[in-house]
């Protein structure tokens, strides 16, 4: 009798610590957590500012979400290096913030949540650009990233050096015209007065930063959308190569400082503030990411002393053109425990005060129509004025295996900056190595 | 008194030594085959598949045969990465830190020197700094901006800045890898010279033998030996030195210090073709074997 009472004691205990233990794994009662990665430190500050307030705003919905902040401060390699290791070992976090390029291969892969049916029921979605959004729609058709910013490629020029060089500052027509006025630069300085991201040791940049939107220019198909293949020889490509063995060969490239380990120190982050590299090819968030007085390398009154070129005419046919050059979005891993949770935080950073606050902080545009009147973003004229240029901006070709054209892109340029080959030669080492890469099912013949 | 042997004695001691031999070579034999031949011979295996981390074909690999070696064979990058790698461990393992590490062991070994302690802490100091704090100092001390170290040292004798990472990369990395590299050579050869007797050196010089002809044909072939494992030991570490070369130059500028070990890291990590990389690494397994072998050989060492 006795032995059964303390039988009957141990198995109630044995339930009840199961009962707590079930509901504390499922998190009944309290709030769910979502851990959410930040690689640069200007998005990460502004981001922890702001999600005190997603957590209250949950609350009040009956949904306590808890928001766990990981950052992680990497270059754009570094990042991309370590985030598909998490991925690929299952330990990345739950909302990852990056740029679109990175998505393309990570969504491919698998890591990445499927997020139409979210996108379909979420009124904030029809707001965003069509230009966006066909910037976000992946090779299967679906969207795996919610963007929150959207950027303008064009060339940035120091106004107030030019001017006191004599130097003409209107819109250079073609490319040709901007070579000619960078010669005269060139001859009165004595250095050079370019800087397009190319080589090895600029990463990701020298491809969706330097090259991609030169031949975006060009209107040569570089990836088929319909067939999912690559187009690795064009005219636009052949003609984009020979313009970098040109620019080289006039010296008008720093190519010292491209081959620096961390090339954009040298060049965006001190010659141009300086004034001693007046031309940069740049996104629009160098007005507050680099330039700007919270910036890498703040000019004072960059309003005045800047101005944006687009990009000039490459070959016969083209008219000058601003690219649109994409930008960071949120997306959730295709593990992520609480899936509901973590895209509500992407949509919940990708609106209204909250996405202001971040455009304004890195200095994107807005990929989203109505933010116009919500401040901080209301008081940034130059970003407006980059808004009012995506709607009309070429939107590059975006593909599975971008990351591989990126690599041979990279490797390419990096000939022409080392000497070893002119434009004809280091298109015909990209298209060879893009191939060896991709594998011939994905290259157009 | 007569002791009557015991014919089943040694049967049964030699069963005993047979039963205690699993067990004795069991746990090494299962250390290294998890984790020595299991990830090698996984290795081989993904390099014989299109294996990758991102893009539509991460989701399915495939096993492609020997497609991957045969593009690699092809590939000028590849082959190039290759020979860097040789000048790199031709000029600072197997000349530099041998002949540096050999003069200061022989430094060492002079009755006449003074402040041997110092002498032999100053030569260890670059092994004993972490390969990244090493790579980190250098890439500062070498800093193209004027305010890096050597710059500064130029601009004390009125010279203007130099980017020696950028103008003479390889000779940079290979000064470097020599400088931290010389004080493993240098106990090395240290410890073989203890083993050279003082009289046979003694009587060569009574001879009339200089020292250098002592060294050519007395110390060396001595220390024959010791000298093949070293350069069989400094090869291998060589060919698979990554952070030094990576944290200084990252492979550049362009492709001038890419050598195989970081043209592994960046195809298989940095543009997540695991496949590709695992074959890379596969290809250099097969070369070093070979020139290990080829040092035993040499050396008539047992390895």
């Not at chain 2, 299991?38 to 991102?54: K, S």
């Amino acid at each position: 009798m006795r032995r059964n009472r303390v039988l009957a004691a141990v198995a109630a205990g044995l339930l009840l610590t199961g009962a707590l233990t079930a509901c504390s794994a499922t998190g009944e009662g309290g709030p769910v957590t979502v851990k959410l990665l930040q690689f640069q430190e200007a998005r990460a500050d502004v981001v922890k500012d702001l999600i005190p307030e997603f957590e209250k705003a949950m609350a009040k919905k009956g949904r306590p979400v808890k928001v766990d902040l990981v950052t992680d401060i990497l270059t754009d390699d570094q990042f991309r290096t370590k985030i598909t290791q998490q991925f690929y070992s299952g330990t990345a976090p739950d909302v990852v913030d990056m740029g679109g390029s990175n998505v393309t291969g990570m969504a491919g892969a698998g890591y990445l949540l499927k997020l139409d049916t979210y996108l379909r029921t979420w009124d904030g979605w029809d707001e965003y650009y069509p230009s966006v959004k066909k910037g976000a729609r992946q090779r299967d058709g679906s969207y795996y990233s919610v963007p929150h910013e959207a950027s303008v490629q064009s060339l940035f020029y120091r106004k107030d050096v030019l001017q006191r060089l004599g130097i003409d500052t209107a819109q250079p027509r073609t490319w040709n015209e901007l070579i000619a006025r960078l010669k005269k630069v060139r001859a009165k300085t004595g250095e050079a007065p370019l800087v397009i991201p190319a080589g090895t040791a600029w990463g990701g940049g020298s491809w969706t930063e330097g090259l991609l939107p030169i031949v975006a220019g060009t209107g040569s198909t570089l990836y088929d959308e319909k067939s999912g293949k690559w187009k690795l020889r064009s005219k636009g490509l052949s003609a984009t190569f020979d313009l970098y063995a040109d620019l080289v060969e006039a010296d008008l490239l720093p190519v010292r400082d491209l081959h620096n380990p961390n090339p954009w120190e040298p060049t965006k982050y001190e010659k141009f503030p300086q004034g001693t590299l007046p031309v940069a090819a740049q996104g629009s968030w160098g007005w507050k990411y680099d330039w700007g007085p919270e910036g890498a390398a703040p000019i004072k009154n960059s309003r005045e002393k800047i101005g944006t070129w687009d990009y000039p005419a490459l070959v016969p046919g083209t008219e000058p053109a601003p690219i649109s050059g994409g930008g960071f979005g949120y997306s959730v891993n295709a593990d992520a425990a609480h899936p509901d949770a973590a895209v509500e935080l992407a949509k919940w950073l990708s609106s209204g005060k909250a996405l202001a606050r971040q455009l304004t902080a890195v200095g994107a545009v807005s990929p989203r129509a109505g933010l116009a009147d919500t401040a901080p973003y209301s008081n940034e004229p130059s970003l407006l004025q980059a808004e009012g240029k995506l709607k009309s901006s070429i939107q590059p070709p975006l593909g599975d295996g971008e990351d591989r054209v990126s690599q041979a892109v990279q490797s390419a340029t990096a000939k022409i900056l080392a000497g070893e080959a002119d434009g004809s030669q280091a298109a015909d080492a990209f298209a060879e190595e893009a191939e060896q890469l991709l594998g011939s099912t994905r290259v157009a013949e | 008194m007569t002791t009557v042997k015991n014919p089943a004695a040694r049967p049964t001691r030699r069963r005993r030594e047979r039963a205690a031999l699993p067990l004795l070579l069991g746990p090494s034999v299962l250390l290294i085959a998890v984790f020595v031949i299991a990830p090698a011979a996984y290795g081989v295996y993904l390099g014989l598949t299109n294996t990758q981390l991102t893009g539509f074909a991460a989701r399915d690999p495939q096993f492609v045969g020997l497609e991957n070696f045969r593009n690699l064979l092809g590939s000028a990058d590849f082959l190039e990465s290759l020979g860097r790698t040789g000048e790199f461990v031709l000029w600072s393992a197997i000349i530099g830190q041998t002949v540096l590490g050999m003069l200061a062991a022989l430094l060492l070994r002079q009755k006449w020197l003074r402040g041997k302690g110092l002498f032999g802490a100053l030569m260890l100091l670059p092994m004993v700094v972490p390969e990244v704090v090493a790579s980190l100092t250098w890439a500062s001390v070498l800093s193209s901006e004027s305010d890096g170290t050597f710059n500064r040292l130029l601009g004390l004798f009125g010279s203007g800045a130099a980017a020696p990472l950028q103008e003479y990369p390889m000779a940079s990395v290979i000064l470097i890898n020599v400088w931290r590299g010389i004080a493993f050579a240098m106990i090395m050869f240290q410890a073989a010279l203890e083993d050279v007797p003082d009289e046979l050196i003694e009587a060569s010089r009574m001879d009339g033998a200089s020292a250098l002809q002592v060294f050519r044909h007395i110390t060396l072939p001595l220390i024959r030996g010791p000298v093949f494992l070293y350069l069989l030991l400094t090869t291998i570490t060589t060919v698979g030195v990554f952070g030094l070369v990576y944290f200084l130059t990252q492979g550049g500028p362009g492709q001038d210090t890419e050598i195989t070990s970081i043209y592994i890291f960046q195809s298989a990590f940095k543009y997540s073709q695991i496949g590709l990389g695992s074959a890379a690494s596969v290809i250099l397994l097969i070369l070093l074997t070979i020139l290990g072998m080829t040092y035993a050989r040499l050396a008539k060492v047992e390895v």
